[in-house]
């Protein structure tokens, strides 16, 4: 998680200029690549491993703007899954939410998620419309205690899989 966290403030500390969003670009990348190689989301007794993600980004204070994330609360909150709708129909969609900007309060908001757009629940191939259906009959209670959810280190899981 640690290292998680070091590669976010990587990107934190990117300010834009003359247009050139290269370094930024490349940092979502690679916590992207991150999401997808290191680690699964583990919630309860469910696991989400991401397959394929879609990064949402959106720091004014370092002059990086991106129109298609909604700026909710919870897109501004570190370990936080964000539901887009309220109701589990095709326009669903669920992030994971990797913003720190709660840990520093000197630091200006800003919102940084990740849309599942493909995962795996628990071994089970789930699309983006799929996923929230899937997740939220049995997360509601648990995250109401508990307000975020855990990384676990994917290599550890496949060992594990690979000895049972």
């Known amino acids: 998680m640690k290292n998680l966290k070091c590669q976010i403030r990587n990107?934190?500390?990117i300010t834009v200029s003359n247009e050139d969003y290269t370094a930024v670009e490349k940092e979502l990348q690679l916590l992207g690549k991150k999401l997808l190689?290191?680690?699964?989301?583990k919630i309860g007794n469910i696991e989400v491993e991401p397959l394929w993600v879609e990064a949402y980004y959106s720091n004014i204070s370092k002059k990086f703007s991106d129109p298609f994330i909604h700026g909710k609360e919870e897109q501004s909150k570190f370990c936080v899954l964000y539901f887009h709708h309220n109701t589990?129909?095709?326009?669903?969609?669920?992030?994971?939410?990797?913003?720190?900007?709660?840990?520093?309060?000197?630091?200006?908001?800003?919102?940084?998620?990740?849309?599942?757009?493909?995962?795996?629940v628990n071994g089970e191939f789930t699309t983006q419309s799929q996923l929230s259906a899937k997740i939220r009959k049995h997360i509601i209670h648990y995250l109401n205690q508990i307000k975020a959810v855990?990384?676990?280190?994917?290599?550890?899981?496949?060992?594990?899989?690979?000895?049972?």
């Open 88 to 120: 589990d129909d095709s326009r669903s969609g669920v992030d994971i939410c990797l913003s720190l900007c709660d840990e520093d309060k000197n630091k200006s908001k800003y919102y940084l998620s990740y849309l599942l757009k493909y995962t795996l």
């Open 37 to 41: 190689t290191e680690y699964v989301i």
């Open 150 to 164: 855990f990384f676990l280190i994917r290599l550890l899981m496949q060992q594990t899989r690979m000895t049972s």
């Open 11 to 13: 990107l934190e500390n």
